[in-house]
């Protein structure tokens, strides 16, 4: 079974840090990874997507890569601001059972002023 | 529109009572998905729909109903729920198969069974 780890559980930086959130798994054989911001109570917004044909996406300040055959994935944020704070969840889709999406334990991310 | 609209957005109900919770999506999506997600913990899947058929059940309790209608739609039929069920419930949708399976989440319904 699929299993998702994601370190460290929870991160606080000063605004204006660049920052970096690992995503780990242990089959390597997955559709895609996506990650996506939770903030409280709220549900889950999509930020990128990596198809597992790519290598990395960039979307504004955030970075995200996949190396697919270490079985990781980073998410690169740049100048983070307080608006940065939130749940940062990854999560992949297995090539076996492709509607299926295995979430990681989540990053719970602070960006104090 | 990358929209996934889930009502109500807050649900109180008694262990005795009949509920419902509905999702919608306009983008033409062909999987829809029902999470369950506990404080602090990261979203556990219930079940998924590919095509309006029910595809994978994660062993979930009787208690919990799902149902697709259509091809927008997608209801969690509740009944003689426990205390242990309150969670936020999230309903998701993608594209089926292939590499471009984005999934889209709603707001998710906060659900509290006393």
């Known amino acids: 079974k699929q299993e998702v780890t994601q370190i460290p559980a929870a991160l606080s930086v000063p605004e204006g840090e660049n920052l970096v959130l690992n995503c780990s798994f242990t089959d390597s054989a997955i559709y895609n990874l996506q990650w996506f911001r939770q903030d409280p109570g709220k549900g889950l917004t999509s930020l990128l997507l990596i198809q597992s044909s790519q290598r990395e996406q960039t979307s504004g300040r955030l970075n995200a890569s996949l190396d697919k055959s270490s079985g990781r994935s980073t998410l690169y944020i740049a100048a983070s601001q307080p608006g940065d704070s939130a749940t940062y969840l990854c999560a992949v889709s297995h090539r076996n059972t492709g509607n299926q999406f295995y979430f990681g334990t989540g990053t719970s991310l602070t960006v104090i002023p | 529109d990358t929209e996934v609209t889930q009502t109500p957005k807050h649900l109180v109900m008694g262990m005795t009572n009949k509920k419902s919770l509905k999702c919608e999506q306009h983008m033409g999506h062909r999987a829809m998905y029902w999470y369950k997600q506990k404080a602090k913990k990261p979203p556990e899947l219930m079940f998924v729909?590919?095509?309006?058929?029910?595809?994978i059940n994660e062993s979930v309790p009787s208690r919990f109903s799902p149902e697709c209608p259509n091809s927008s739609l997608l209801n969690l039929h509740l009944h003689a729920l426990q205390p242990e069920d309150s969670a936020l419930y999230l309903c998701a949708s993608s594209r089926t198969g292939g590499g471009n399976t984005e999934a889209f989440f709603g707001q998710g319904t906060r659900l509290t069974v006393v």
């Open positions: 729909y590919s095509y309006e058929k029910l595809s």
